[in-house]
């Protein structure tokens, strides 16, 4: 949408089977207790999977673009092949010797090739909506009187730039993000894609900002060092991962096989990260590696139906 969202599952597994019950684990089932393997390679999957994703062809082949696509035109992205494809039976646009489009497909994923066996246009429809004034909206309850500044005199965008510099210097920092959702022009922000110049300038009004700053340990530090320069409103909270821990997860997790895009510091506070499939052994294997609630694995194909 836009607006610089940093858009940004946890595994049950039950075996269960027929005839009569051995004392030893099938050769393919998983034992319980032991280690969750690091992947090795791209998971296949062995039932039908949804994609909703574009399909480009620079010349070389139809691929399945599930993370990243660049908005030039015409587009830039890469993945994995797309098998059975032929442009004629599905409507796409064209330029420069390019071809794509954007779809809502069934088909299988042997690890390597993603083959439609059903195909659509996609449609808004297809895609989830977010709800953004839960999603930046402040962890702390409003307190008597309402959220209004309490010096107007620190209450400017300087003061709001160093009040994130003194929350990013904290020995247990997590994250630090204004809420603007108190701001009388948001409704506008939200409806209007994109919101005009105006709007957005009335969005910036600093007076119209909740500080938001996370913390993993010591929130009454936290409050007190950023009310030295910050005179707006303030909600100190606690957060269960540091910035730095979130970072580190992340550089040890960007050679993953088939990860897509991945990012950290967002108010999810965990390491995001999409991969081409995960059928939820990617899942257990880094909350066993970094501990649950660390990071969270998005599967970029999905069951179909």
């Not at 969202?5 to 005839?19: F, K, Q, R, S």
């Not at 009569?20 to 090795?40: I, R, V, W």
């Not at 979130?246 to 510091?265: K, M, N």
């Amino acid at each position: 949408m836009g607006r610089g969202i940093v858009l940004v599952v946890a595994l049950a597994a039950a075996l269960t089977g027929c005839g009569e019950a051995t004392s030893e684990p099938a050769a393919d089932e998983a034992t319980p207790g032991l280690p969750a393997a690091s992947p090795t390679a791209m998971l296949p999957a062995d039932a039908p999977v949804r994609a909703r994703a574009t399909v480009l062809d620079e010349g070389g082949g139809p691929m399945l673009c599930l993370g990243s696509v660049a908005s030039s035109y015409p587009p830039q992205c890469s993945g994995p092949d797309v098998g059975g494809w032929i442009w004629d039976e599905h409507p796409h646009e064209s330029s420069g010797g390019v071809r794509w489009g954007a779809y809502t497909m069934d088909g299988s994923w042997d690890g390597t090739t993603f083959t439609p066996t059903e195909v659509r246009e996609s449609t808004p429809e297809d895609w989830p909506k977010e709800d953004l004034a839960a999603l930046f909206a402040s962890r702390c309850p409003a307190p008597d009187g309402g959220w209004v500044p309490v010096d107007p005199a620190t209450t400017t965008g300087t003061a709001l730039s160093a009040a994130h510099r003194v929350a990013e210097g904290l020995p247990d920092y997590a994250i630090s993000w204004g809420d603007q959702t108190i701001n009388p022009v948001w409704p506008q922000t939200v409806q209007d894609d994109p919101p005009s110049l105006e709007v957005q300038q009335a969005m910036n009004d600093p007076r119209w900002t909740v500080l938001n700053v996370g913390v993993t340990d010591d929130v009454a530090r936290a409050e007190a060092a950023v009310r030295e320069v910050w005179g707006g409103a303030l909600c100190v909270s606690e957060f269960a991962n540091t910035h730095a821990r979130l970072r580190e997860v992340a550089e040890d997790l960007e050679d993953l096989p088939g990860g897509l895009d991945s990012g950290y510091g967002s108010i999810g506070n965990t390491v995001e990260i999409g991969v081409v499939f995960d059928d939820g052994s990617i899942q257990a294997w880094v909350d066993e590696e970094y501990g649950p609630g660390v990071v969270e694995v998005t599967s970029a194909l999905t069951p179909a139906g």
